[in-house]
């Protein structure tokens, strides 16, 4: 049973969830936390690899010097999408730092009651900026959910699930 009545207050408390990314280095992922760091002078605080996406978490007083080094590093990864994301630890936060260039207009929350699962909702206000927020295919937002089931641990919650999808809103 999905629940769509909205209250505001338990949408904030969920909203404003606790959490921490995992880091869990492979070889590949040192190797690219080794690269960045040497490219960029930078720490990349996590790196995780979803299929052909490589995300690299920043601390967020070094995030725009880092974005300053993205095509650069975009040339060097010709086979590759690379992507900077702000290491935040509130939810919210963290959803907007994986959608950093389409603009989102509304974000609201669905909870499946049956599951427990929280359906994220992020509104675009067209099918274009949907579209570059969920990727070719359908990869963007695949990793990202991947993401948030593989390496996101809530501070408050076992068993939290969040999943986020995309929309267009109407006006």
């Known amino acids: 049973m999905l629940s769509t009545t909205h209250n505001s207050f338990i949408d904030d408390l969920l909203f404003y969830q606790k959490l921490s990314v995992i880091k869990k280095f492979s070889n590949k992922e040192l190797l ?4 960045f760091y040497d490219s960029t ?12 996406i490589v ?6 007083g070094m995030y725009f010097e880092a974005k300053s080094k993205l095509p650069y590093l975009r040339k060097k990864f010709r086979s590759r999408r690379i ?8 939810l919210i936060n963290l959803v907007f730092g994986f959608f950093p260039d389409p603009y989102i207009h509304r974000i609201r929350i669905e909870r499946n009651l049956n599951t427990g699962q929280i359906l994220i909702i992020v509104g675009f206000l ?3 900026e949907r579209g570059i927020a969920i990727g ?5 937002i695949k990793a990202i959910n991947t993401i948030f089931e593989s390496y996101v641990k809530f501070a408050d919650y076992q068993g939290f699930q969040v999943k986020i999808k995309c929309e267009v809103v109407s006006l």
Do not use: A, T
């Not at 690219?32 to 690269?35: E, G, N, T």
């Not at 995300?55 to 967020?60: I, K, P, R, V």
């Not at 992507?83 to 509130?90: A, I, K, L, P, W």
């Open 32 to 35: 690219l936390f080794h690269f």
């Open 83 to 90: 992507v900077f994301v702000r290491e935040e630890s509130v």
């Open 55 to 60: 995300f690299f978490f920043l601390d967020n």
């Open 41 to 52: 002078k930078i720490f990349p605080r996590n790196v995780i690899i979803i299929k052909d």
């Open 136 to 140: 070719c295919n359908g990869d963007y």
């Open 126 to 128: 067209s099918f274009e």
